[in-house]
């Protein structure tokens, strides 16, 4: 969920305004799978009920989306509630999911909006082999403390800053990762996290716990008793701007439907055997949940 942008192109080329046009709306994304995932559904969702709809996917990470929300460069992103938090409000200890979400409508300050969020998750997590749990008998994240010499700790770059990265882990569970030992990789938990993780060329990753991997490689999420990575539920976020009671309507109908075993469905679609494009899974399954019909 926190991604540098790739290719040649830039997907936030051209004019950006906050006109008051709420039936035009823009749709962007992150650059891993989920998240153009969850914004194609959008996109379908609220194609089907009268809005003009552009997409403008695969942006990067919260660092450029987020201000392009504020500019009106894309009208809505999917984000995840605890994160968008904390890239808000560096200070914020919100972790369950209601302090959360009654933390981020303070933050959100005039320009943002976000819609109900659904009650589907994709934390972050702290994820080892199974050899190694079993070698180092770890549970916890502080189970891995104790070995903090010996990790090499595979996450975006980005992860080392932000509050529930690397400070938050040494924070709450003293699980102090070198600067060296510290491998970034930027595919948000994806494909090369989880092979520099089952190949052995780094201890332990920060993969989303709605990865398909998990279960596909046996792979051990540790637990988070301290809650060092707040509540994650997906939740659409808009410009102001482009605030209106049918485009509420429309996103909470969707988010209701998002559930965190729908998100691995989708994510096991997308990124496992059959290799599904966003867009199909997408569309696959707003017919699969009704909502291929204007809401009423």
């Known amino acids: 969920m926190a991604l540098t942008a790739c290719g040649d192109s830039d997907p936030l080329a051209g004019n950006s305004s906050c006109d008051t046009d709420t039936n035009q709306i823009t749709v962007g994304s992150a650059n891993f799978p989920e998240s153009e995932t969850v914004a194609n559904i959008y996109a379908e969702a609220l194609r089907v009920n009268g809005f ?4 403008k996917l695969n942006i990067g990470s919260r660092e450029a989306y987020v201000p392009a929300v504020r500019n009106c460069s894309i009208s809505l992103v999917p984000d995840y509630t605890g994160n968008l938090l904390q890239y808000l409000d560096k200070s914020a200890t919100a972790a369950t999911a209601a302090d959360v979400n009654a933390a981020l409508t303070t933050a ?3 320009e943002l909006a976000i819609g109900t969020p659904a009650p589907g998750q994709d934390s972050d997590a702290v994820v080892v082999t199974r050899a190694t749990a079993d070698r180092w008998n770890l549970n916890t994240i502080a189970d891995l403390a104790a070995h903090s010499a010996d990790v090499k700790f595979a996450a975006p770059a980005e992860f080392q800053e932000r509050p529930g990265g690397l400070p938050g882990l040494r924070k709450n569970y003293n699980l102090d990762i070198a600067p060296g ?7 948000g938990g994806g494909p090369a996290t989880v092979r520099a993780l089952v190949e052995g060329q780094v201890t332990a990753a920060d993969i989303f716990t709605t990865s398909q991997a998990i279960a596909e490689n ?7 008793p301290k809650n060092n990575f707040a509540a994650q539920n997906v939740v659409p976020l808009f410009n102001t ?4 009671d049918k485009l509420l309507s429309v996103l909470d109908a969707v988010s209701a439907k998002i559930t965190t075993e729908e998100l ?3 994510n096991t679609a997308v990124s ?3 290799k599904t494009e966003p867009a199909a899974a997408a569309a696959a399954w707003v017919r699969a949940q009704g909502l291929d019909q204007p809401i009423a």
Do not use: M
């Open 272 to 274: 496992g055997a059959s």
């Open 218 to 224: 046996d792979l051990v999420v540790l637990e988070d």
């Open 52 to 55: 003009q709809v552009d997409t």
């Open 241 to 244: 701007a482009k605030q209106s």
């Open 181 to 187: 030992n510290f491998v970034p990789i930027a595919d």
């Open 264 to 266: 691995i469905s989708l």
């Open 108 to 110: 959100l300050g005039d």
